[in-house]
């Protein structure tokens, strides 16, 4: 299916495919056919970066490594060595998404390198190859190559004409591109990796494919318009495609059109490029720097989402502020020209959307309406839903004794303390229940340096566990998980889960053998709605659904505890219990056959433990196997089948959770010595 964007944007590519084949018949001189192939040329630019550091989140100034190396193949193979120009344009992208993926496979596999390293890393890139295109004279040795025009077929008229289409070809390529990606797959992979690589890799995002495919795909782009730009300027230098302000005007464009959206580089390059234009026409060159450096400045300071939101959030007002502003100095013309009125009319509605989307304009202009998210959202509770097969009458009494004994100091709930309730407990409820081994952990070690976190825990987990993992701060249980879940390997030692070796595994492919996890501190990511948070793991799960069938699964899965009613909202709406139940609704989504929960029920008040115990114990019912890090020792007696107690790395006791709590042992080591902190 066809979206509305992919229409417009095939209709805006033929208007102007119409506007360069008759620019003649419409009076358009060659200054405008040049200046359009300009904007071309920055679009396909901005938009090649865009697909790497605006999706991904890995912001790179290399972008002028594609230019150089798509400009100078077009310049020596054309120019020194007679190779038709159209052979050149295809040549110069696979030489430069070569070039991405050798920086690709040294960025993100030998040193899984991110933030500030990657981008150092990208901007030392295009500085080695200007030296060497330099020094080397088979390149150009420093001289300049001049562009030989090619025989331009009749149809494409003029050259201007011929520059000018061509360069239209490679941005509406780039854009179609961007569009198709957002919308893809790869769109969401590469979102998550930008919000949470790291949650993604684990939920089953093979984030490395995914990042090697969104900096072959900006390094082909990125080559092929360098290409086209060797011809549009004539004469290649080092300086010219090479130089440090193209990684700064694609990075501006970027963020001032907004990084998340394709829409966003086309923004950014129409205005930055036009505004250019205009300050060169009236000799104010010079200020080019100081006003591009002030924009950048002004929008991270009160736009860092860029333009696109904004003018979406509000397109009649910025419409009618460009149609007004244009439409008004054009009846006055009372000063410049045609370009100047458009210019100053996108500038305001620019200015107007971004003040009109400001927090205080918004606060100003919903005075005296309701909030957004109703006061009852964050009240709902898992017992708002019925669940088939949920056992009605083993809920926790809401407000009933509860131990508040934080992270670290579990002394107040040790054996025969009031909060162990009587009556069913996990263990009672689980035993007979227990299926084949599916998680063997044989003398496992992880050593970080000199600490020795783990040192040869040996554990089996059968099918159908609910296993408690407890153990004085630094036992090395957020390890284990880690270790579990792939996202640390062991130091030594063999881990499997449903027979299958994973010691060595990527924690992707862990998760699709059947393991899923939570976080201790909830990691949703942020810019996707709740309901595409779950979304996100059917997508990537064993099963590997598109986005719009895996949205009703995920629907479901936040019935299941209790979020349904917030399924459009954003995490940022929710708070710290919400949080924890998406997180759990997430890591059940993926269809896992273990599940770990890490300290799922940190920081929450009574109520809310009691509602998380029942979500936690609806997942086990549902056929789940779980493990559970949690210091409140009067849920794991409810919930736990079995209790392992890690102290100092190792594994002090296992086994049914009362004997375990009452072993003199555990009470020495664990809950005695830290009941009297
Ligand atoms: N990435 C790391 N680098 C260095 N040391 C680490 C790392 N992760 C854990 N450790 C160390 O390993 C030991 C075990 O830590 P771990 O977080 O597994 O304990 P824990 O039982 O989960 O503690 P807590 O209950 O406080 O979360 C600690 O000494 C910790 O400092």
């Known amino acids: 299916m066809i979206r509305r964007g992919g229409i417009g944007l095939l209709v805006a590519f033929l208007v102007l495919v119409a506007v360069g084949a008759f620019s003649d018949q419409l009076g358009l001189s060659s200054f405008y056919l040049i200046l359009l192939g300009s904007i071309c040329f920055w679009i396909a630019q901005a938009t090649s970066w865009n697909i790497l550091s605006g999706y991904s989140g890995y912001f790179s100034f290399g972008q002028a490594a594609y230019v150089g190396v798509g400009a100078y193949t077009t310049a020596v193979l054309s120019g020194r060595h007679g190779v038709n120009f159209f052979l050149t344009v295809p040549l110069a992208a696979l030489l430069c998404g070569l070039l991405a993926l050798g920086v690709g496979a040294v960025a993100f596999r030998l040193g899984s390198l991110r933030g500030e390293i990657f981008a150092l890393l990208t901007l030392a890139v295009p500085f080695i190859l200007a030296a060497f295109a330099r020094i080397n004279r088979s390149v150009d040795g420093g001289q300049g190559t001049t562009v030989p025009i090619p025989e331009v077929p009749d149809a494409f008229g003029a050259l201007p004409q011929f520059q000018y289409l061509l360069a239209l070809l490679i941005a509406a390529i780039a854009v179609a591109a961007a569009y198709a990606i957002q919308h893809s797959r790869t769109g969401s992979a590469l979102a998550a990796i930008r919000d949470a690589e790291d949650v993604a890799e684990v939920m089953g995002v093979a984030t490395f494919r995914y990042k090697m495919l969104a900096m072959l795909i900006s390094g082909v782009l990125g080559g092929a318009a360098g290409s086209v730009y060797a011809l549009q300027i004539g004469f290649v230098t080092v300086e010219s495609v090479f130089g440090l302000t193209i990684p700064l005007f694609v990075i501006v464009m970027g963020v001032l059109g907004g990084r998340t959206h394709w829409l966003g580089p086309v923004i950014g390059a129409v205005l930055i490029v036009t505004l250019q234009d205009r300050l060169s026409s009236y000799g104010l060159d010079a200020w080019n720097s100081i006003i591009l450096g002030g924009i950048l400045a002004l929008l991270v300071a009160v736009s860092p989402d860029g333009l696109y939101a904004r003018l979406r959030a509000r397109p009649l007002a910025a419409l009618g502020a460009l149609v007004v502003v244009s439409g008004g100095l054009a009846v006055l013309n009372a000063w410049g020209e045609v370009l100047d009125w458009l210019v100053v009319g996108m500038l305001v509605a620019s200015l107007l959307a971004i003040v009109l989307g400001s927090r ?55 054996p025969g303390d009031a909060e162990i309730e009587a009556g069913e407990t996990g263990a009672s409820r689980g035993a007979d229940q227990l299926g084949a081994v599916l998680v063997e952990c044989r003398q496992v070690a992880r050593y970080f340096g000199g600490v020795h976190a783990l040192e040869d825990v040996t554990l089996d987990i059968r099918a159908g566990e609910l296993v408690g993992l407890v153990g004085p701060n630094g036992s090395g249980k957020t390890t284990l998980i880690n270790l579990l879940s792939g996202a640390f390997r062991p130091t030594r030692g063999v881990i499997r889960l449903d027979g299958r070796d994973i010691t060595r595994l990527a924690p992707h492919k862990i998760a699709h053998v059947g393991m899923a996890r939570t976080y201790q501190i909830p990691r949703p990511f942020d810019s996707m709605t709740i309901r595409d948070n779950v979304a996100m793991a059917v997508m990537f799960g064993p099963e590997s659904l598109p986005l719009n069938r895996a949205r009703p699964i995920a629907e479901q899965h936040l019935a299941t505890v209790a979020l349904d009613h917030l399924a459009d909202a954003y995490p940022a709406d929710l708070n710290l219990h919400q949080r924890q139940l998406l997180e759990m609704a997430r890591a059940v989504a993926s269809n896992p056959k273990v599940l770990l929960l890490d300290e799922a029920l940190a920081g929450l008040n009574p109520a809310e433990v009691d509602n998380a115990v029942r979500v936690v114990r609806r997942i086990h019912e549902s056929g789940i196997t779980i493990v559970i890090v949690e210091h409140l020792l009067r849920v794991l007696n409810q919930l736990a089948t079995r209790l392992v107690v890690l102290d100092r790395g190792t594994c002090l006791a296992d086994g049914e959770p009362q004997t375990v709590l009452n072993d003199p042992a555990v009470i020495r080591a664990y809950l005695g010595r830290q009941a009297h902190v």
Request: proline letters at 11%.
């Open 360 to 414: 205080w304009a918004t606060a100003w202009l919903r005075r005296g309406r309701p909030a957004a998210v109703p006061d009852e959202a964050a009240t709902a509770t898992a017992d708002d839903v019925t669940v088939p097969g949920d056992a009605a009458g083993d809920a926790v009494p809401a407000g009933s004794a509860e131990s508040t004994v934080p992270a670290g100091a579990p002394g107040s709930g040790a």
